[in-house]
C-alpha cells in the first residue's frame, strides 16, 4: 500500500531553523523629562533594526532623533509585528502614554494560540518613577483645575481655611479609628489643601503687598528645616535616644525663633484642651513649675483636669474624644441603634 507522506506545516520545520527575532516595548515615565533614558534604553534604540511610533507627537521623539535614532510613525498590528521580525531583525516600539494595549493584547492573543513562531518578547522600561514622582501629577492637575474650574479658580486662602481644619480632624479620626483606606484618603484630603494654597499663593499680586511663592518653595522650605534641625542625621552631632533628638530639635528650634517667651508660636484658636496641653508642655520643657491657676467656673477645673493628663502623658484632646465616643454609643443603644 502506498503511503502519501503528509508535508509539515510550512512554520515548523522552516521556522526551526530560522532565528525567531525580537520585539522590545520600550515605556517612559511622562515624569522625567525626555531624553533622560536608561543606559540599556539607549543601547536597544541603536541596536535595532527597526523602531516604531504611533505617536508623532511623542514627546521622546525629538530627543531620539537628535541621537541619531530612526523612529518610523506607524502603528502595526501585532501580525505585522511578527513579520517584522523574521530573519531574526528586533523591532523595538516606543509605547505611547495609552500604553499600545491593542498591540499588546494581539502579541499574547498570538502566542496564545501555538499557531505562530513567536519572536522573543521584551519590555524595557527606559526610565523611572522615583519616589514621590505622583505628586507631580498632582500639582499639574491641581495647575489645570484652578484655571478651569469655575469654583476653583475663585478660591482664597480665608476661604479655603475651614477646609484645611474639617480634612485635618478627619485625618485625626482616620487615625484613632485604625482603618488604613480611610489615613490614606485623609491623607490625600491634607495634601490637598498645601497644593491648592500653595497654588493660590503663585498668583500673589505685588500691589497687595503678599510675596507669591509656589509648592517647590513650601518643599524646599521644610527640607531646609529638617536638615537643620537633625544636625544627627545631616551633621556632626550624635543622638542615641528619642530624648537626645528631642533636645536637639528644641535648641535648633530656639535658635532659628529666637523667642523671648517659650508661649510664642503657640495658635490660641486651637481647640482648648490641645491649647492647656502645648502651654503646659512648654512649661514643663522649660522647667517651670507653675501651679495650675484656679477661679470660679468650670473652665478652671477642666485646665486642672487638661494639665494633669499632659503631666501624665495623656493628650486630653484625644481621652476626651474616645469618651466622647463611649457616651455616642450609649445614645446608640438607648435609641435601639446600638450593634
Given at each position: 500500500?502506498?503511503?502519501t507522506e503528509t508535508p509539515p506545516p510550512a512554520d515548523s520545520a522552516d521556522s526551526a531553523d530560522e532565528p525567531v527575532g525580537?520585539?522590545?516595548?520600550?515605556?517612559?515615565?511622562?515624569?522625567?523629562?525626555?531624553?533622560?533614558?536608561?543606559?540599556?534604553?539607549?543601547?536597544?534604540?541603536?541596536?535595532?533594526?527597526?523602531?516604531?511610533?504611533?505617536?508623532?507627537?511623542?514627546?521622546?521623539?525629538?530627543?531620539?532623533?537628535?541621537?541619531?535614532?530612526?523612529?518610523?510613525?506607524?502603528?502595526?498590528?501585532?501580525?505585522?509585528?511578527?513579520?517584522?521580525?523574521?530573519?531574526?531583525?528586533?523591532?523595538?516600539?516606543?509605547?505611547?502614554?495609552?500604553?499600545?494595549?491593542?498591540?499588546?493584547?494581539?502579541?499574547?492573543?498570538?502566542?496564545?494560540?501555538?499557531?505562530?513562531?513567536?519572536?522573543?518578547?521584551?519590555?524595557?522600561?527606559?526610565?523611572?518613577?522615583?519616589?514621590?514622582?505622583?505628586?507631580?501629577?498632582?500639582?499639574?492637575?491641581?495647575?489645570?483645575?484652578?484655571?478651569?474650574?469655575?469654583?476653583?479658580?475663585?478660591?482664597?486662602?480665608?476661604?479655603?481655611?475651614?477646609?484645611?481644619?474639617?480634612?485635618?480632624?478627619?485625618?485625626?479620626?482616620?487615625?484613632?479609628?485604625?482603618?488604613?483606606?480611610?489615613?490614606?484618603?485623609?491623607?490625600?484630603?491634607?495634601?490637598?489643601?498645601?497644593?491648592?494654597?500653595?497654588?493660590?499663593?503663585?498668583?500673589?499680586?505685588?500691589?497687595?503687598?503678599?510675596?507669591?511663592?509656589?509648592?517647590?518653595?513650601?518643599?524646599?522650605?521644610?527640607?531646609?528645616?529638617?536638615?537643620?534641625?537633625?544636625?544627627?542625621?545631616?551633621?556632626?552631632?550624635?543622638?542615641?535616644?528619642?530624648?537626645d533628638v528631642r533636645e536637639h530639635w528644641l535648641r535648633t528650634k530656639a535658635e532659628e525663633k529666637r523667642r523671648t517667651s517659650?508661649?510664642?508660636?503657640?495658635?490660641?484658636?486651637?481647640?482648648?484642651?490641645?491649647?492647656?496641653?502645648?502651654?503646659?508642655?512648654?512649661?514643663?520643657?522649660?522647667?517651670?513649675t507653675i501651679p495650675p491657676p484656679t477661679g470660679p467656673g468650670i473652665g478652671y477645673d477642666l485646665l486642672t483636669l487638661a494639665?494633669?493628663?499632659?503631666?501624665?502623658?495623656?493628650?486630653?484632646?484625644?481621652?476626651?474624644?474616645?469618651?466622647?465616643?463611649?457616651?455616642?454609643?450609649?445614645?446608640?443603644?438607648?435609641?435601639?441603634?446600638?450593634?
Amino acid at each position: 500500500m502506498n503511503q502519501t507522506e503528509t508535508p509539515p506545516p510550512a512554520d515548523s520545520a522552516d521556522s526551526a531553523d530560522e532565528p525567531v527575532g525580537r520585539v522590545i516595548l520600550l515605556t517612559t515615565s511622562h515624569r522625567v523629562a525626555p531624553g533622560l533614558l536608561s543606559w540599556p534604553a539607549w543601547q536597544a534604540l541603536h541596536d535595532a533594526d527597526e523602531v516604531l511610533c504611533a505617536d508623532a507627537t511623542h514627546p521622546q521623539l525629538p530627543y531620539l532623533r537628535e541621537a541619531g535614532v530612526r523612529v518610523e510613525q506607524a502603528a502595526p498590528t501585532a501580525q505585522e509585528l511578527v513579520d517584522a521580525c523574521a530573519g531574526g531583525r528586533t523591532v523595538l516600539v516606543v509605547a505611547t502614554a495609552e500604553g499600545d494595549r491593542p498591540l499588546t493584547d494581539g502579541l499574547a492573543r498570538l502566542a496564545g494560540s501555538g499557531r505562530v513562531a513567536m519572536p522573543d518578547l521584551e519590555l524595557l522600561p527606559a526610565s523611572y518613577d522615583l519616589p514621590g514622582a505622583r505628586l507631580l501629577d498632582l500639582v499639574q492637575v491641581m495647575d489645570r483645575i484652578r484655571e478651569e474650574c469655575p469654583w476653583s479658580s475663585q478660591q482664597t486662602h480665608k476661604g479655603l481655611a475651614k477646609y484645611a481644619i474639617e480634612e485635618a480632624y478627619e485625618l485625626v479620626e482616620a487615625i484613632e479609628d485604625g482603618d488604613q483606606d480611610e489615613l490614606r484618603e485623609e491623607l490625600g484630603d491634607v495634601l490637598l489643601q498645601v497644593v491648592f494654597h500653595a497654588r493660590i499663593a503663585e498668583e500673589a499680586s505685588g500691589e497687595s503687598g503678599d510675596e507669591a511663592f509656589s509648592i517647590d518653595d513650601v518643599a524646599g522650605g521644610i527640607v531646609d528645616k529638617l536638615i537643620h534641625r537633625h544636625p544627627h542625621v545631616f551633621g556632626d552631632d550624635s543622638a542615641q535616644t528619642p530624648e537626645d533628638v528631642r533636645e536637639h530639635w528644641l535648641r535648633t528650634k530656639a535658635e532659628e525663633k529666637r523667642r523671648t517667651s517659650i508661649t510664642e508660636g503657640i495658635p490660641l484658636g486651637q481647640p482648648a484642651l490641645a491649647l492647656a496641653a502645648k502651654l503646659s508642655s512648654r512649661a514643663r520643657t522649660a522647667g517651670l513649675t507653675i501651679p495650675p491657676p484656679t477661679g470660679p467656673g468650670i473652665g478652671y477645673d477642666l485646665l486642672t483636669l487638661a494639665l494633669r493628663a499632659e503631666s501624665e502623658g495623656v493628650d486630653p484632646e484625644a481621652a476626651l474624644r474616645s469618651a466622647s465616643r463611649t457616651y455616642r454609643d450609649a445614645i446608640l443603644a438607648a435609641e435601639g441603634r446600638g450593634e
